[in-house]
């Protein structure tokens, strides 16, 4: 399965602030996933990335709070704008496996927003 | 939407003990998956399941397709303290590539 890289692994930002996470995987992938966790709870979908096209976002999120960019298949990035400490979270990628229709997930970007 | 109910939230057993946890919707699905979440780590994937009724392990994991398509459960059998962490179940529509996930299972074993 696809090992994927994820940068930072954790970060503490102040209100107001946009980070910027990125995800590297080692192999070609088509869709590239972005969830996430919020403290002591499940995965959420934030959005579906495919090179080359834009972003399909979950109800919920949009665009102009998480943009993400797909330059290449094996390279993705989430930003997370304007946070407040409610953007609290893990936030993971993940890519799909083709093969095996599972999901491959990386180790996470914990953020902390004060 | 498609909501998965996964129980328990939470167990408290002594090791060597066996654990069952479910999850259960009202949505069918065409895939069901077991992910594990350690601390600082994202899910890991434990065991997937592609058809209704198929019953699968992997070691002392074994994992079940409902065979109304709408559950599946996670046995553990003889716990170690190494199975200690938090158990997702995910599904999957037919024709979709994204999961949606049930809100964990957090397992602590007591030596």
């Known amino acids: 399965s696809a090992v994927i890289s994820q940068k930072p692994s954790r970060d503490i930002c102040q209100r107001g602030t946009s980070l910027t996470i990125q995800c590297q995987v080692d192999?070609?992938?088509?869709?590239m996933f972005w969830y996430r966790q919020q403290p002591g709870q499940s995965l959420t979908l934030i959005a579906t990335a495919n090179q080359g096209s834009e972003a399909t976002y979950e109800s919920g999120f949009v665009i102009d709070k998480f943009p993400i960019s797909r330059p290449n298949l094996t390279f993705s990035t989430l930003t997370v704008s304007n946070m407040s400490p409610e953007d609290s979270s893990i936030y993971l990628c993940?890519?799909?496996?083709?093969?095996?229709?599972?999901?491959?997930f990386g180790a996470g970007s914990r953020l902390t927003v004060l | 939407g498609q909501q998965l109910n996964q129980s328990p939230q939470s167990m408290f057993i002594q090791e060597g003990e066996d654990v069952s946890m479910n999850c259960t919707s009202s949505s069918i699905f065409n895939t069901w998956l077991w992910y594990k979440q350690d601390p600082g780590e994202g899910p890991v994937l434990l065991i997937a399941?592609?058809?209704?009724?198929e019953l699968t392990s992997n070691g002392r994991l074994t994992a079940q397709f409902g065979i109304t398509r709408k559950d599946s459960f996670l046995n553990i059998s003889a716990s170690i303290p190494s199975d200690v962490g938090i158990y997702f179940c995910?599904?999957?529509?037919?024709?979709?590539?994204?999961?949606?996930f049930g809100q964990g299972t957090r397992l602590t074993i007591n030596p």
């Open positions: 995910a599904a999957r529509i037919q024709g979709a590539q994204k999961l949606v």
């Open positions: 192999s070609q992938v088509t869709m």
């Open positions: 993940s890519v799909a496996d083709s093969g095996a229709g599972v999901l491959t």
């Open positions: 399941l592609y058809k209704a009724g």
